[in-house]
């Protein structure tokens, strides 16, 4: 269970149709919007609901994983 500030909480939107984003037309203005980027961070196909997820992001280099296999660290 983690602790997440609602104003950092990304809800879950989930859809009954596949999210679609128009690839050719991102690549033509030059990239990806940011307007692009939340829904796909936000959308889901509505048979996942019952999960009832909040996602939250983070910078990669803002955090670190320690994880341990056959006692060896992986960072």
């Keep these: ?3 997440i500030p609602d104003e950092e909480a990304i809800h879950i939107d989930y859809q009954p149709e596949r999210f679609k984003l128009d690839v050719d037309a991102a690549i033509q203005r030059g990239g990806f919007v940011e307007s692009d980027l939340n829904q796909l961070i936000s959308k ?9 997820e909040i996602r939250i992001t983070c910078r990669l280099n803002d955090h670190f994983v320690r994880l341990t296999h056959k006692e060896k660290s992986v960072f």
């Design 1 to 3: 269970m983690f602790e």
């Design 44 to 52: 889901k196909f509505s048979s996942w609901g019952y999960e009832k």
